[in-house]
């Protein structure tokens, strides 16, 4: 399963919003992933990243 994962994350000067499609058995794995990715890119602690939507993405790119 694909996931669509937006939230944002605190940097210097405020926040920066993002969105990411990550592939995982389930919504949690998928957050797991995202929190991974953005904190080894963004060097970003987990408790300064606020998830605001996880929606499920079918394989033909369409929203569930």
């Known amino acids: 399963m694909k996931y669509e994962i937006s939230g944002k994350f605190k940097i210097l000067r405020g926040w920066m919003k993002f969105k990411k499609v990550v592939e995982a058995h389930n919504e949690k794995f998928a957050l797991e992933k995202v929190y991974s990715l953005i904190g080894s890119n963004h060097k970003v602690k987990r408790h300064l990243i606020k998830i605001e939507n ?4 079918e394989e033909n790119g369409e929203k569930k």
């Open 54 to 57: 996880i929606r499920k993405v």
